[in-house]
């Protein structure tokens, strides 16, 4: 591994723990609890879900941004991602179509994958050591 790739893997792990805070953030503080699980039960899903999305999210990105199994939580997160795609797929590509598009989403996901796949990143507080590819 490069001398310079656990600092990029460390500025990935630390905008996307930062992205999954902003979303719990938005889900607590703007739309409210309550409000975001009227949201999920308009989409056909169980209302009771978006607290666990919620709590998901909020531990997540705490726990990414203290680099605590970072990989294996990135994993874990990443089908919240592919669900908020598949709900906004209706409203188009862009950001900012009404409703939000579906490609923010997906490039988190696939961000989250990025780090499952290539590591913990520097300073990270546990490293993984299991639900790895190789040795990094």
């Known amino acids: 591994m490069a001398s310079s790739t656990p600092l990029g893997l460390l500025l990935l792990r630390l905008s996307l723990g930062l992205m999954y805070l902003a979303h719990a953030g938005l889900k607590l503080f703007v739309f409210t609890l309550p409000g975001t ?4 039960a308009g989409q056909g899903l ?3 879900l ?3 999305v919620f709590a998901a999210e909020a531990v997540g990105g705490a726990l990414l941004l203290l680099g605590v199994y970072p ?3 990135a994993l ?3 089908p919240i991602l592919l669900g908020a795609a598949w709900v906004h797929a209706p409203n188009g590509w862009v950001f900012n179509a009404p409703g939000g598009g579906w490609e ?3 490039f988190l996901a696939v961000a989250s994958a990025a780090l499952w796949l290539s590591g913990d990143g520097a ?6 050591t299991w639900l790895t ?4």
């Open 76 to 78: 874990a997160l990443a």
């Open 104 to 106: 923010y989403p997906v």
């Open 133 to 136: 590819w190789g040795t990094r």
């Open 123 to 128: 300073f990270a507080l546990r490293r993984s």
């Open 50 to 52: 978006a607290y666990a």
């Open 71 to 73: 990989r294996q939580v």
């Open 46 to 48: 169980p209302g009771a």
């Open 37 to 40: 699980a009227q949201f999920f």
